[in-house]
């Protein structure tokens, strides 16, 4: 959920305690989700959290409209937010805090150097950064300790391709955002059509198949609405993609 406007927030509850019972312990949002609704909807169905599950928020845009991300780095916008994601999420701790994007108008020292103060202050476990360049990446690591980058990747637009290189290289968690975007390769006769039907699966669990074997640092997010959706999403971990079938996906694109 991006906007906010889910008129079923029972449902995003049920579907957030369905998926830790299904295993899994990386729940990521940003506090521009809703703005704050996300947070929390963790909060209401997950806290207190288990002891395995990492929590993982953005800050660092401003949204005057639905559809109007504007970066916002003023060291003292990032200590209000982390401290709101902290209180939303009901947390003292943060177990990894992304910044959202980086803002151009503020030195990136300056916006990691506030988000380092706060780490140090114990309010924030672990940081990371969102849709940055690989050189935007190596500067950052120059200030502070990154362990995860968040960028727009998926089988069917690999622009971030020099990134995912560079964190496979330095054991960094690359963490893809819209990750079953299929475009015209899921069309009747298309790419993934031969596989969905040997695989006896969607062409979403075909692209998340193919992401988990693209790299050991990958971590996808597939957003859901529905606890049906999500068990499809959960069930992608089960599809084994032979060398021949990967590498024609990856040449498909």
């Known amino acids: 959920m991006v906007s906010g406007l889910d008129p079923h927030p029972d449902e995003a509850v049920r579907v957030l305690r369905r998926a830790v019972e299904l295993g899994i312990t990386f729940i990521d949002t940003a506090d521009a989700y809703g703005p704050c609704v996300n947070e929390q909807l963790i909060r209401k169905a997950l806290h207190p959290y288990a002891d395995d599950l990492v929590i993982a928020t953005k800050g660092g845009v401003t949204r005057p409209g639905p559809d109007d991300w504007r970066p916002s780095g003023r060291p003292v916008f990032l ?19 992304q910044l959202h994007r980086s803002d151009p108008d503020v030195p990136l020292a300056e916006q990691l150097g506030a988000l380092a103060q706060m780490q140090q202050e114990g309010k924030i476990r672990h940081l990371g950064l969102s849709e940055v360049t690989v050189e935007q990446l190596k500067e950052a690591r120059t200030h502070v300790d990154i362990v995860s980058v968040q960028n727009l990747y998926n089988l069917a637009n690999r622009s971030a391709e020099d990134v995912l290189t560079y964190a496979e290289a330095e054991n960094i968690a690359f963490i893809p955002w819209f990750p079953i975007a299929t475009g015209e390769l899921a069309r009747p006769g298309g790419p993934l059509d031969g596989p969905s039907r040997l695989h006896d699966a969607s062409p979403a669990q075909l692209a998340l198949a193919w992401l988990l074997r693209r790299s050991p640092v990958m971590l996808p997010i597939p957003g859901t609405y529905s606890a049906a959706h999500l068990e499809e999403n959960v069930n992608a971990a089960l599809v084994r993609l032979d060398d021949k079938e990967f590498e024609a996906l990856t040449a498909a694109a």
């Open 79 to 97: 200590r209000q937010r982390v401290e709101l994601s902290l209180r939303h999420l009901g947390l003292e701790c943060i177990d990894l805090y």
